[in-house]
RNA sequence: CGGCGUGUAGCGCAGCCUGGUAGCGCGCUUGGUUCGGGACCAAGAAGUCGGAGGUUCAAAUCCUCUCACGCCGACCA
């Protein structure tokens, strides 16, 4: 394309109100505008990206047998009662209402409408398995959208769902889909991780996350340094504070004063004891207000999805301070387990602590020799601790967990039965039996992956795109687009057009270096500059993105060295053969 | 949802405290000189000052309400 007719309208001031790279660089670039809080319009340039992104998308669902169709954005309330969803989901499902005032969302997701579609259309275990997928735009109202096309209202997603009779071939699919995603997201030439997920609110029971390694992510991600073991905060074990047998001492239980001392630094310092000592005991309540006490070691932190699991409960919520005296009889910083009128579930953590301290229930006052089975019971012990970076992994010996952040771009899912058995979704068996299928989810942000690809490839002057994600391959840029080297630029731009180049011609009336920041920025990734003193050599200059070292090259030869550097990067991000 | 903040030309901002002609930079248009890392000169076009109500002779400016947008936070006893 030639620049000049192109709607890439590039600017040069910091746009006031991005604070991510993606953001501000796509903006700046000319390749989103915001039309209101989380939604935004795609220019050319993106829309490019996304074709890319998309292309990529459908070739490997494709591969892995899975079928494209597409379904409305637009859906009926009465599907989402049918399943149960449209109590559970919550104010980010858009809702309205039609002239008629029948009530209707718009898509979050589509598990409803695909398991209708399923229950209406297929019937039997002869047209199983069967993989269904669409790429289209959602809608969720996020309490707080940010960040641009990191966490939108409106984005486009690739969405499949998958039906199988039996577990195995469900569990086989889900294999089937996580190498496909490892393909993909290679090919995007990304640097990601797939790591164990909590399944949230779509359900579930297993499911991995494809997260993109940046700074400016906002999940958190542990993974192990000797083996493959990856997992989302949420979820990760790790091999810390946790002992199979109770730890008792000899002390007595004493009441002692502890004045205004409620934190755990406070009576650790206060009482002279390390925090491994303190058995920390929160209160939590789920939506209907139940509350349960739940310990864990003073110097360890409760992670909240686990409790929720746990528990199996939609929510937790940290109790407040008015229900904290309500349930205890004393002020927040002094609850306990022992004589606590409440369920008490402990953290594996609290096994470790022997003549341990924690709050007396009692203003101002804590425990001292508190000893698990002795002076308090749990109802239950689970893992409810939050792994930390530098702690053990449990899936092999001596390695050790990193943190990470990362952009979660991909997620697939085990469902199991859960929607199919909500909403008719059966089929007959080779019996004649009616059985609820079982289902898989399988998602990717594609608005993120070009988030996330710009958040880990960029720097002071703009985008550096992978070249497999790339919206042009090259820019030629003519110093000055006239006399010989208009010529020169016309002729390598045609060439380059017919071996089927994605190319920019600079063909703009604009000084070099206006020309040299614009293609900086916009992030294309092989520049051609056209001189006059070295097409008077007959030769190019040109240049990579990625380090920008200025090369040489005869002009004959251009096109050829140019094809050959697109093969190379291609390649490069091909995944092995699999 | 809570806290803080911002809405003035397409973009980035000043003006508001102390009411009285709406301004600067970028971008845009026209002409000219330039031309290897965001040129220069000259002349222009462009704003119901987010919206509604109020105070006042007079409101971008003061008051009330409202809408939109952004940032931070969402509790670890």
Request: charged residues 30%; hydrophobic residues 40%; negative net charge.
């Amino acid at each position: 394309m030639r620049y000049s007719t192109l709607m890439i309208p590039t600017v040069k001031e910091l746009p006031a109100d991005a604070v991510v790279a993606s953001h501000i660089l796509m903006l700046r670039a000319g390749m989103i505008r915001k039309l209101a809080a989380g939604i935004y319009v795609y220019l050319p340039l993106a829309r490019k990206v996304l074709h890319k992104i998309e292309t990529i998308v459908r070739e490997e669902m494709n591969r892995a047998g899975a079928q494209e169709l597409l379904m409305p954005a637009v859906q009926p309330g009465e599907l989402w009662k049918e399943s149960g969803r449209w109590a559970k989901y919550g104010p980010e499902l858009l809702r309205f209402k039609d002239r008629k005032g029948g009530e209707f969302c718009l898509g979050p997701t589509h598990e409803e409408v695909i398991t209708w579609l399923f229950a209406n259309e297929v019937n039997s275990y002869k047209q199983l398995p069967m993989n269904l997928y669409q790429i289209q735009n959602k809608f969720r109202d996020e309490v707080r959208p940010r960040f641009g096309l990191m966490r939108g209202r409106e984005f486009m997603m690739k969405d499949a769902y998958s039906f199988h009779l039996t577990r195995e071939e469900c569990m086989e699919e889900y294999r089937v889909m996580y190498d496909a995603y490892m393909r993909i997201f290679t090919r995007c030439g990304l640097n990601f991780k797939a790591v164990e997920a909590d399944t949230g609110s779509i359900g579930g029971s297993a499911s991995h996350e494809f997260q993109v390694l940046a700074q400016s992510g906002e999940d958190a991600i542990l993974a192990c340094d000797q083996c493959d073991y990856a997992a989302n905060v949420e979820k990760a074990e790790s091999r810390g504070v946790a002992f199979e047998e109770v730890q008792v001492g000899n002390d007595p239980l004493t009441k002692v004063p502890t004045p205004g001392k409620h934190s755990i630094e406070e009576v650790s310092e206060f009482l002279k004891v390390g925090a491994e000592k303190l058995i920390k005991t929160l209160i939590y309540h789920d939506d209907d207000k139940n509350f349960t006490a739940v310990c864990i070691r003073g110097d360890q932190d409760v992670n909240e999805v686990k409790l929720k699991n746990h528990l199996d409960v939609n929510a937790v919520y940290l109790a407040s301070d008015d229900d904290v005296v309500k349930v205890t009889g004393a002020p927040v910083g002094f609850a306990g387990p022992v004589g606590l009128k409440l369920p008490v579930v402990c953290d594996l953590s609290v096994k470790s602590v022997a003549d341990g301290v924690t709050g007396a229930l009692e203003k101002d006052m804590h425990y001292t020799g508190v000893n698990l089975g002795r002076d308090f019971t749990a109802e239950s012990f689970a893992d409810l601790r939050q792994a930390k970076d530098g702690e053990g992994c449990t899936r092999c010996e001596g390695g050790t967990l990193h943190a990470h952040r990362g952009i979660e771009v991909g997620q697939v899912f085990y469902l199991g039965r859960k929607y199919s058995e909500a909403m008719n979704g059966t089929v007959l068996d080779e019996n004649g039996a009616s059985k609820a299928v079982e289902m898989g989810c399988y998602g990717i942000g594609v608005t993120r992956t070009m988030a996330a690809a710009i958040e880990q490839n960029h720097d002071d002057n703009g985008i550096i795109w992978p070249m497999p994600l790339a919206p042009y391959q090259v820019v030629i840029t003519p110093i000055l687009y006239k006399e010989e080297m208009k010529e020169a630029a016309d002729r390598l731009y045609t060439d380059l057009v017919e071996h089927g180049v994605d190319v920019i011609l600079d063909d703009r009336n604009e000084r070099a270096g206006v020309k040299f920041k614009d293609a900086d920025l916009l992030g294309i990734p092989i520049r051609v500059t056209v001189g006059k003193k070295s097409i008077a050599n007959g030769e190019f200059e040109w240049q990579l993105r990625r380090d920008g070292e200025r090369r040489m090259a005869p002009m004959e030869q251009m096109t050829d060295i140019i094809l050959e550097t697109i093969r190379k990067e291609m390649d490069a991000h091909t995944p092995t053969k699999g």
